[in-house]
């Protein structure tokens, strides 16, 4: 099946895509143009998500769409009426391209609502069900809700059938909002006031959970024309969640034990009773209908998915800010180097002059977020080499001078030019050309594009060169991962005492 995804580079939907892309239907992804598009698959653009965007183009050959794109807030000093403003993207875009999508031949319309159409929390002990009895208060839950009846009624009158999913609130790696902000003050040892709550119950689900559950719907023919709610169905009180978060951070819970009442009381007299009562509320929702009808099961348990994003939140902190220095090192040391290494940088230069009649080499190469940028090297090779991979060319290919300078790495000099432009760090991946395809899907798949190219690094310092793709690849990822401030030293350190080996040749 040929499958749209909209808002593919928001939270849920890049998650989607990704394990979309590991299935055998085709995906494409659907995003503005003006957004960075990181995804390895097919895109197909609009120019902005509204009542009046026209997707003839993007709709055509697609056979299911699942909805992603959602505005979920607006800021009352940016517009005059902030319920008319989500109206006009969660509902009146929503049902501009199922519209669309009945007159394209959609085959299923996914709609990823939210548990706010049934509320903020439950006002008794019973889990929410698919049925609602009477509309939300809230501005977001009810331009989904009205979304939900909209897709309802254009799907009645045509082929196309259609799924609401409800979820409750979703977590996971790169999560913002509330739950980043409970990660980022556990880590910080802030004595946060709900070790108290025990009582309540929080149904959650993770987006690896929830993922699942919609590719189960995209593929399952009794998912058609029905709403369901969806949850890691292991349900947690705020305090638990607290001591979940803090074991996969591995740091101590300080939260303090402060009575439920007393934190309501305090929250309505500073005009935030709203937070309190979400805090100490309780909403669990009935997940059964998707169990008997889909025989689906949720495949990780709260506790191992909230100890996942925790410990994903403590590396990506950790990494952010322990190489915070890296680009003003760069700087430094590139200057640094490059008027201290002057008079030898003139002294190669003439005596290249005589040697190949072009002493400097440049080659596009791949950058961060695979911009082509130009690598400058002093020139090792006749000037008829084919421009290839090194590991690619023959031995004989290298000369007199070109000997010299690739054991001593003199000819790696020049690309202290590079990163002070900026296009490369002293540390990162060895950046690759644009004709190793092998390679580059390695590295997509790493992620190691995210990061600008370096001229040493952890797998030049291991021997590992880009004759192995994926063991190269895997390698940078490693680095990349466990890059700090000592590690960054220790690489400059070790290539400049003669460790590893500069681009290998045959």
Known sequence: MNILVTGA?????????KSLLETSHTII???RHSVKHTLDCEYRFIEKLDSNTDWEEVLQGIDV??????KASVTKDNVEDPSKALKEINTAATLNLAKQAVDAGVKRFIFISSIKVNGEYSLTSQPFTPNVSHPPSDPYGLSKYEAELGLKEIASN???SYVIIRPTLVYGENVKGNFQSLMKWTYKGVPLPVGGIKHNLRSLVSVDNLVDFIITCIEHKDAKNEVFLVSDDDDISTADLLEEISKGLGVKNKAINIPPKLINTAASVIGKSGVGQRLSGSLQVDISK??????WEPKYSTSESIQKTAKYYKSSLAASQSMSLQRPLDIVFSTTGLVVAS???IGVTAIGYLDTGSPLFIQERVGKNQKPFKLIKFRTMKVTTESVASHLVDNTSITKLGKVLRKTKLDELPQLI???KGEMSLVGPRPNLFNQKDLIEAREEMGVYDVSPGITGLAQLSGINMSTPERLAKKDKEMIDTLNLKSYF???LSTAIGKGSGDAVE
Do not use: D
Not at 65 to 70: E, K, N, P, Q, R
Not at 290 to 295: D, E, N
């Open 9 to 17: 580079n928001g939270f849920i939907g890049q998650a989607l895509v």
């Open 29 to 31: 992804a659907c995003a």
């Open 65 to 70: 769409v699942v909805h992603c794109a959602a």
């Open 158 to 160: 045509s082929a196309m």
């Open 290 to 295: 998707a169990k008997t009808l889909l025989g």
């Open 343 to 345: 008079p030898l940088l």
């Open 418 to 420: 590079n990163v002070l």
């Open 490 to 492: 220790s690489y400059i």
